[in-house]
T-cell receptor, first 112, second 110 residues
Framework: KAGVTQTPRYLIKTRGQQVTLSCSPI?????VSWYQQTPGQGLQFLFEYFSETQRNKGNFPGRFSGRQFSNSRSEMNVSTLELGDSALYLCASSSDRVYEQYFGPGTRLTVT | TQLLEQSPQFLSIQEGENLTVYCNSS?????LQWYRQEPGEGPVLLVTVVTGGEVKKLKRLTFQFGDARKDSSLHITAAQPGDTGLYLCAGSNSGYALNFGKGTSLLVTP
């Protein structure tokens, strides 16, 4: 079974721009979660989608948004990028046992 | 937010040594997971524990969930350089989100 894939792997953007990251979950997994990882804050939960519905959202500003498509693939968008948005963005998918999440390799976003 | 505190933050040992890392919280979790993450990659799930007092073994790694389901430990026997990485614990209650500790960075030198 193929794992979680994320594209792109690396991205460099300028302050004020927007960015879209993509995630393809493991086949059959309907839940997709997004996390932001930074050296200072560790892994922080952004949001989780299940069957195209956002079920839970972390404590991030509205500039961070996401969606899920009917094939369970998910995208997250960050608008008006700030320097502090530089991080590793991780996507994880899970099946019925939601607490067992399988992570992709992440997208390294650098904002200059 | 239910906080998970991991200790130690950093650990540098020589090959063959034993070590234990801890994950503590004031909150009760319905399940707790341990992950290992290597630089530039996503975390890889090692184990899930759900029952208070549960002990699980994965080769040289032993995981224990506290009786009160508030804490957990990971013990590595005879560490090897391949064990190097960031060890993360994560707890769940709602099932919708994992609360992660900040991790223990382990370096095992030959």
């Amino acid at each position: 079974k193929a794992g979680v894939t994320q594209t792109p792997r690396y991205l460099i953007k300028t302050r004020g721009q927007q960015v879209t990251l993509s995630c393809s979950p493991i086949s059959g997994h309907r839940s997709v979660s997004w996390y932001q990882q930074t050296p200072g804050q560790g892994l922080q939960f952004l949001f989780e989608y299940f069957s195209e519905t956002q079920r839970n959202k972390g404590n991030f500003p509205g500039r961070f948004s996401g969606r899920q498509f009917s094939n369970s693939r998910s995208e997250m968008n960050v608008s008006t990028l700030e320097l502090g948005d530089s991080a590793l963005y991780l996507c994880a998918s899970s099946s019925d046992r939601v607490y067992e999440q399988y992570f992709g390799p992440g997208t390294r976003l650098t904002v200059t | 937010t239910q906080l998970l505190e991991q200790s130690p933050q950093f650990l540098s040992i020589q090959e063959g040594e034993n070590l234990t890392v801890y994950c503590n919280s004031s909150s009760v979790f319905s399940s707790l997971q341990w992950y290992r993450q290597e630089p530039g990659e996503g975390p890889v799930l090692l184990v899930t524990v759900v029952t208070g007092g549960e002990v699980k073994k994965l080769k040289r790694l032993t995981f224990q969930f506290g009786d009160a389901r508030k804490d957990s430990s990971l013990h590595i026997t005879a560490a090897q350089p391949g064990d190097t990485g960031l060890y993360l614990c994560a707890g769940s209650n709602s099932g919708y989100a994992l609360n992660f500790g900040k991790g223990t960075s382990l370096l095992v030198t030959p």
